[in-house]
Nanobody, 118 residues
Framework: VQLQASGGGLVQPGGSLRLSCAVS????????VGWFRQVPGKERKGVSC????????YYADSVKGRFTISRDNAKNTVYLQMNSLAPEDTAVYYC????????????WGKGTLVTVSS
């Protein structure tokens, strides 16, 4: 499985960004994929995940109501729409496979940096 994340950048507080994760090697209906983030000195944590079998989604409490995960099976791409961004959302965001509990699954893409700052 290969995953390629893109879409990070610098945004002001209250702004929006959309991250994309292009997946190859497996179709999205056969694997769970998620977005995870990491700040220096802390462990990587699950932000949002989507299950391959039925599209069930999970969101960390800190992003509920602000972030939306979606997928385009035809493009084999998973998206993370991030709205109302806050400085505490600043992190390197990774897409990766997931075992089903949004804790990761072993395959990771290269991270993309999201910086929320005025």
């Amino acid at each position: 499985v290969q995953l390629q994340a893109s879409g990070g950048g610098l945004v002001q507080p209250g702004g929006s960004l959309r991250l994309s994760c292009a997946v190859s090697g497996f179709t999205l209906d056969s694997i769970n994929v998620g977005w995870f983030r990491q700040v220096p000195g802390k462990e990587r944590k699950g932000v949002s995940c989507i299950k391959g079998r039925d599209g069930t989604t999970y969101y960390a409490d800190s992003v509920k109501g602000r972030f939306t995960i979606s997928r385009d099976n035809a493009k084999n791409t998973v998206y993370l729409q991030m709205n109302s961004l806050a400085p505490e959302d600043t992190a390197v965001y990774y897409c990766g496979t997931d075992r089903g509990d949004c804790s990761g699954g072993g395959y990771w893409g290269k991270g993309t940096l999201v910086t929320v700052s005025s």
